[in-house]
């Protein structure tokens, strides 16, 4: 069992930049991914980037260029760095692992971005 912990939501302004991190409550082992989705209000939950053990990443397009993902092995955590924030990046941010075929979610945190 993994738990996750989010942090790093609030308000910001359109241009303005927010970093997400996530924790999880052990080590993960194998070829583990760590990812950021995201849900707007009467929207589907999308991809927003995620990163495997080994360091490689993926981007949905809609923040390519804009946000970066990255992980801290010895700290158990993921982070997502968010620049040039648009009002369409509102939602709520989850992290999700995904390890030996188990996906663990967490409780997710708010990003509003105003114009």
């Known amino acids: 069992q993994v738990q996750l912990v989010e942090s790093g939501g609030g308000l910001v302004q359109a241009g303005g930049s927010l970093r997400l991190s996530c924790v999880a409550s052990?080590?993960?082992?194998?070829?583990?991914?760590m990812a950021w989705y995201r849900q707007a209000p009467g929207k589907q939950r999308e991809l927003a980037a995620v990163?495997?053990?080994?360091?490689?990443?993926n981007y949905a397009d809609s923040v390519k260029g804009r946000f970066t993902i990255s992980r801290d092995n010895a700290k158990n955590t993921v982070y997502l760095q968010m620049n040039s924030l648009k009002p369409e990046d509102t939602a709520v941010y989850y992290c999700?692992?995904?390890?030996?075929?188990?996906?663990?979610w967490g409780q997710g945190t708010q990003v509003t971005v105003s114009s």
């Open positions: 990163i495997t053990s080994s360091g490689i990443t």
């Open positions: 999700r692992v995904e390890e030996y075929g188990t996906s663990y």
């Open positions: 052990r080590k993960l082992f194998g070829n583990n991914t």
